[in-house]
T-cell receptor, first 113, second 116 residues
Framework: QQPVQSPQAVILREGEDAVINCSSS?????VHWYRQKHGEAPVFLMI?????EQKGHEKISASFNEKKQQSSLYLTASQLSYSGTYFC??????????????FGKGTKLSVKP | GAVVSQHPSRVICKSGTSVKIECRSL??????MFWYRQFPKQSLMLMAT?????????EQGVEKDKFLINHASLTLSTLTVTSAHPEDSSFYIC????????????FGQGTRLTVV
């Protein structure tokens, strides 16, 4: 079951904030966030495990609400390097292969000077 | 971080020929690797789960006879696109999972396949 990401695209000015949401209709074990630049492989940002944790790395943070089966990625004071397509990958809450990620359709983020 | 190497990065082949793509985990052992396919401006779609020493598990709609997967060792999985056609042209990406309590997936660089 593919998670739903919103918005599909967002355009920001440098220094502005953005929130990208990822929701699933199924119970989730974990949510993974990746950023992909055009023509390149996805780059790992962070993992959030069930337990409602919140993580952050510099000006990018994320939260995971397991009751709502939702995760949000927060980008504050955006930089030009933040441009790219952001994917959430979800891992279902079952005894299957770990790392078996189902990705959302992606959110294209463009940061302008 | 762990390194996953995918080769080749780009390949152009004639319709009807077969192409092999390699995915190697360079500094860790990966009992499980995953193969994804990505069309332009679309998401990564899981094709199959590759398990070392056993048959791959294919997602619904993926032809196992067309996309042959071999996971011969703990550091190497291969995807062979057999009898390739132009509609097989796509970006193929592998990922490998490093064992532990947190399953972080490391991606290869991707292979852009063009079938002419």
């Amino acid at each position: 079951q593919q998670p739903v990401q919103s918005p599909q695209a967002v355009i920001l000015r440098e220094g502005e904030d953005a929130v990208i949401n990822c929701s699933s209709s199924k119970a989730l074990y974990s949510v993974h966030w990746y950023r992909q630049k055009h023509g390149e492989a996805p780059v790992f940002l962070m993992i959030l495990l069930k337990g409602g944790e919140q993580k952050g790395h510099e000006k990018i943070s994320a939260s995971f609400n397991e009751k709502k089966q939702q995760s949000s990625l927060y980008l504050t004071a955006s930089q030009l390097s933040y441009s790219g397509t952001y994917f959430c990958g979800t891992e279902m809450n079952y005894g299957g292969s770990q790392g078996n990620l189902i990705f959302g359709k992606g959110t294209k983020l463009s940061v302008k000077p | 971080g762990a390194v996953v190497s995918q080769h080749p990065s780009r390949v152009i082949c004639k319709s009807g020929t077969s192409v092999k793509i390699e995915c190697r985990s360079l500094d860790f052992q990966a009992t499980t690797m995953f193969w994804y396919r990505q069309f332009p401006k679309q998401s990564l779609m899981l094709m199959a789960t590759s398990n070392e020493g056993s048959k791959a598990t294919y997602e619904q709609g993926v032809e196992k006879d067309k996309f042959l997967i071999n996971h011969a060792s703990l550091t190497l999985s291969t995807l062979t696109v057999t009898s390739a056609h132009p509609e097989d042209s796509s970006f193929y990406i592998c990922s490998a999972v490093k064992g532990g309590s947190v399953t972080e997936a490391f991606f290869g660089q991707g292979t852009r396949l063009t079938v002419v």
